[in-house]
Structures are given as structure tokens and as C-alpha cells.
């Protein structure tokens, strides 16, 4: 035997024994029939339209976003001003990209702006304010908008997706859905009920530290407006509260409660490190805390608050609801603890969210739906029968038309399926109904690229040639002509998974890797079989193609 076609084949070998080993051979080397199955199962991942499970299609409030950034540049603004020594009247919103400064001190103009250039750059236009002496209105950019916008939908995306794999849910799906409209695809394979993830997802939508103003609790948002005359102090807000937010430790109450709190939070979820769940620090018995630990860059500012408001309580709010109203006993700048009269499961949950990550704005559910697991064993039987069915048929045809050389193109076949699939093994992708439908048009592509070769080579044994030198020729010929249909298609499901959602993007991966193994078993795993076989043919024989 020719010594580059044995390690030809060796190398084919090896390559099968991969494919092998990543479709069966883990997550141990099976000693039984049954134990092959079960690994097979466990290494090839259905998508949720064949496993079942919920999907979510979630809409980001960006512009919340938007709006919480104005209300810490007005705060640090102030600050800046009093440190700076430049005097003003108010400072007032106007909307969520605007706010006007006024009365500022006279002849301190050019400080004024020389000192918002300084602190916010050029993502803030400075501009007299119409009709007001010594006032300026600052406008938030557009450009500025737009990058807040994008971030805040990107991080609410990461974020999400950390939530629900710190569930471990590692066939999770959480990607952009729709154009434009700051909307999250959510999808749940297996999760046949998920009330547990979609509380994870929805709790914590904007965590903030806000500081409380006054030492009582209001019975409705109506009784809190009229303790204040029917307007509110300025920069605050009454926020509702749970039933146990203003509760003694250990004790629970059904009573409504409304807070004054501040709009500007001292601290957001944003700013926050590590969090985990640990036993009460009053020593009740079933009740938890949760300790936090603050990002080093925020840790000095988070002192200067908590130093400054000894004594005042400090709400816990997550989803414009305060879920607890501790004093605050000290300075806290690197580490604190919330103490909310939590259950075991209540502070793991809130733990969770806050090591993921606060998400920048709240989220709004817009659909939500469940597969049932009938109907993806149902896809899995119709998708499995016509995959089988084609490949037979194609089979068939192979032996009759071209003889003994089908045997080839059907090797080459079945080679190219292990190898896709093992492929989807290796890389954790999910097998879906559309994947299943590429696994079938990557069995017709490697049908055209073989009817292709043989096709030449019976063109050139009509011409007269050898058997040998018709081979090579017949190969050579069609090589570029296979390349270039496998280049184009390739080059479309680019575009196909980089502009279609999940279910196309599916079909698109599918299809991709199934093209790639095509060139490898048409073109080299099938040449070198015809070497083989030739090498083994009686001289003068006739080529059975």
C-alpha cells in the first residue's frame, strides 16, 4: 500500500474515533447498549422546540436608564458646585435628558460652564436658558442617549443570561429579539414550570439604596401626600413597600406601608460586587441576611453617604418596591448588610440577583409561552423519520446508479452526519426542528458534491483514460466546482445567523457545520477510498461506477 494513503486512512480513522468518542464516550466510557443511548442523550442538546420548556420575550425600559443618569449628574453637579464655591438657585428636571441650573452667581457663568465641560465632558450641551437670567439648561447628546440605550438593553442582556445559568440552566437561551424595540429573547429548555426563573429575572429589575426622608410610614400614597400639604418635598417620592419592610425582626405584618425616600439613590445594584446569604444577625431563628461588598471604585463615595446619614434608615428598594428600611448604624463603604427579615430561599433569590448583577432598568413582560414535551417528542419522531427516510432513499439511489462507487459516496455520508453531529456534541449547540432541517439539505449537498465527482470521472473514462488517472482527473475537475457551492451557501448562512433570530440562526449553524464536513468526506475522505480501492483492483479491470 501506498505509504501516503495509509496515513490517509489512519488520519480518517482518527478522525472517526473523535467523532465517536464526543457523540458516546462521555461523560464516561459506556460498558453496556443502554449506557451508549444515555451518553449519546446527554451530549447531543435539543432546542426548546423538541425538548420542551417556556420562552420569554422581555422589553427593557431604556429610557429608565436615560432618566437615572440625569438624576447623578444633577447630584454630582450640585456637589460639584457647592465644593467649587459657585453659587445657584435650584436645579430642576425637566425631562429625562434635560434639566435646568438657576440663578447662577453673578459673574461665575464662564466658571459654571467651565466646570460642567470639566466634570461631563462633551456628553452635555450647555445653553442659556431662554427667558432667565443666569440660568443654563443642560441637554443630554444624542449620541449620548443612544450609547446609554444600547448598553443599558447589553447589559440587561448579560446580566439575565447570568441569572438564569446561575440557575443552571446551561441550555438557556438570552439574546436582542426585534428591531429597535430594546426587547430580550428568553428561551428555557426542560423548564416545564418557570414561575422560579422568571422571579429571578424580574426581581432586582433596578436595585437602588435610596435614603428614607422623615421617621414614619404612610398607610397609602394619598395619606403621604397630604402629611406634606398635597406636594412633595423636592427630589423625593413616595415608594410602596412590602407588608414585613418596616416590621421588628422576626415579626411579620399584612399592613400597607409607603415610604418618602429620596430620587437619587446613594448606591445602585450597579455598584455592588459579591453578595451572599448568611443567618440572621439578631439570631432569629429561619431568618437570613444578606452581606454585600461594594466595587472599590464606589466604596468611598457609598462612606461618605452612609457617614453623613448616620442614624436615618436606608431603603433596600428592588422594583421601585422598598424590600427593607434599615438604620444606618455606621459608616459602610467596602462591606454592609441588608437586613430584611428574609426566609432561607428569599435571601439565596436576592443573593443571586445581586452577584449577577442589578439589571440597569426594569424589564416588562411581553409574551410569554410553553412547549409542551408531547409536542417536541413529536418534532423529534417526524424530524428523526424524514432524516432517516432521505438518507435511504439517497442511498439507494447511489448503489443503483453508480454501482459499486455508491458504496463510497455512502460511506461518505453517513461519515459526514457523525461528524456534524459530533461537531454540535463538542460544541454544546442546541439541536433544533430548523437544525434538523439543515442536517437534511447538508445530506442533498453532499449527494450534489458526489454526483459531481463521479459524474467527471465517467466523462474521462468515456474519453479513454485509466482508471487511476480518470479518478484523479475527475477530481481535480469538480474540486473547484464544489468549493465555489459550498463557499456561496457558506457565505449566506454568515448573514443568516448574524440578521435571523434562533430558529434560523439554528438552521444557518446546522447547515455551516454540515457544509464543512461535506468538503472533507467528498472530497478527501472519498478520494482516498477510490485510491484504496483501486490499489486493490486486479490490473485491465474495469472501474464499477
Known amino acids: 500500500m501506498n505509504p501516503n494513503l495509509k496515513w490517509k486512512l489512519v488520519f480518517i480513522l482518527a478522525v472517526v474515533l473523535a467523532c465517536v468518542f464526543g457523540l458516546v464516550g462521555r461523560p464516561e466510557v459506556p460498558t ?15 432546542g426548546l422546540d423538541l425538548r420542551g420548556g417556556t420562552h420569554m420575550i422581555l422589553q427593557v425600559m431604556v429610557d429608565e436608564a436615560v432618566s437615572l443618569t440625569n438624576d447623578q449628574v ?34 461665575q457663568g464662564s466658571g459654571f460652564r467651565d466646570l460642567v465641560a470639566q466634570t461631563f465632558g462633551p456628553t452635555w450641551e450647555v445653553t442659556t436658558a431662554a427667558g432667565e437670567a443666569n440660568s443654563f439648561a443642560l441637554t443630554m447628546r444624542p449620541s449620548e442617549v443612544a450609547r446609554i440605550r444600547t448598553e443599558t438593553l447589553r447589559q440587561a442582556v448579560e446580566t439575565i443570561d447570568r441569572r438564569v445559568n446561575a440557575l443552571g440552566l446551561s441550555e438557556a437561551t ?62 423625593t417620592e413616595c415608594v410602596p413597600g412590602k407588608a414585613s419592610a418596616s416590621a421588628a425582626v422576626g415579626q411579620t405584618t399584612q399592613q400597607e406601608v409607603w415610604f418618602l425616600l429620596d430620587r437619587v439613590p446613594g448606591l445602585t445594584g450597579r455598584d455592588l460586587r459579591t453578595a451572599s446569604p448568611g443567618p440572621s444577625s439578631k439570631g432569629v431563628p429561619g431568618r437570613f441576611d444578606v452581606n ?44 454592609g448588610l441588608i437586613e430584611g427579615n428574609f426566609g432561607k430561599q428569599e435571601a439565596t433569590n436576592l443573593a443571586l440577583v445581586l452577584r449577577a448583577g442589578s439589571l440597569p432598568a426594569s424589564i416588562r413582560y411581553l409574551q410569554e409561552g410553553t412547549v409542551g414535551p408531547s409536542l417536541g417528542a413529536d418534532s423529534i419522531r417526524k424530524g428523526f423519520t424524514a432524516s432517516v427516510v ?110 435571523g433570530t434562533g430558529p434560523v440562526q439554528g438552521f444557518a449553524v446546522t447547515l455551516t457545520i454540515g457544509l464543512l464536513a461535506n468538503l472533507f468526506t467528498a472530497v478527501y475522505v472519498s478520494r482516498a477510498m477510490f485510491h484504496w480501492y483501486l490499489s486493490r483492483m486486479q490490473r485491465g479491470a474495469a472501474l464499477s461506477i
Open 390 to 499: 432521505s438518507l435511504i432513499m439517497v442511498m439507494v439511489f447511489m448503489l443503483f446508479w453508480y454501482r459499486r462507487a455508491g458504496i463510497n459516496a455512502n460511506v461518505a455520508l453517513v461519515l459526514n452526519l457523525v461528524i456534524l453531529l459530533a461537531c454540535l456534541a463538542y460544541f454544546g449547540a442546541a439541536l433544533t426542528l430548523p437544525g434538523i432541517a439543515g442536517v437534511i439539505l447538508t445530506i442533498g449537498m453532499g449527494v450534489d458534491s458526489n454526483v459531481l465527482i463521479f459524474e467527471r470521472i465517467r466523462e474521462e473514462l468515456r474519453a479513454g483514460k485509466a482508471n487511476a488517472s480518470a479518478v484523479e482527473t475527475g477530481f481535480d475537475r469538480a474540486f473547484l466546482t464544489i468549493v465555489d457551492t459550498h463557499v456561496t451557501t457558506v457565505v449566506s448562512c454568515i448573514f443568516l445567523f448574524m440578521f
Open 174 to 235: 438570552v439574546t436582542e429579539h426585534g428591531r429597535g424595540e430594546n426587547e430580550i429573547l428568553v428561551q428555557l429548555p426542560g423548564v416545564g414550570d418557570p414561575d422560579q426563573v422568571k422571579g429571578i429575572i424580574k426581581a432586582g429589575g433596578l436595585l437602588e439604596f435610596r435614603l428614607v426622608r422623615g421617621d414614619r410610614e404612610y398607610s397609602s400614597e394619598a395619606d403621604c401626600l397630604a402629611a406634606h400639604g398635597g406636594i412633595l418635598p423636592p427630589g
Open 74 to 107: 444633577r447630584n454630582q453637579l450640585a456637589t460639584r458646585l457647592r465644593d467649587q464655591q459657585i453659587s445657584y438657585g435650584s436645579i430642576e428636571k425637566l425631562d429625562d435628558t434635560r434639566f435646568v441650573v438657576r440663578s447662577v452667581g453673578e459673574g
Open 292 to 335: 454585600f461588598t461594594v466595587a472599590t471604585q464606589r466604596a468611598a463615595d457609598f462612606g461618605r453617604f452612609t457617614e453623613t446619614n448616620i442614624g436615618q434608615r436606608m431603603a433596600i428598594v428592588l422594583d421601585r418596591q422598598v424590600n427593607s428600611a434599615p438604620v444606618i448604624n455606621g459608616r459602610i463603604s467596602d462591606s
Open 32 to 46: 453496556s447498549w443502554a449506557q451508549v443511548k444515555s451518553n449519546f442523550g446527554q451530549r447531543i442538546k435539543l
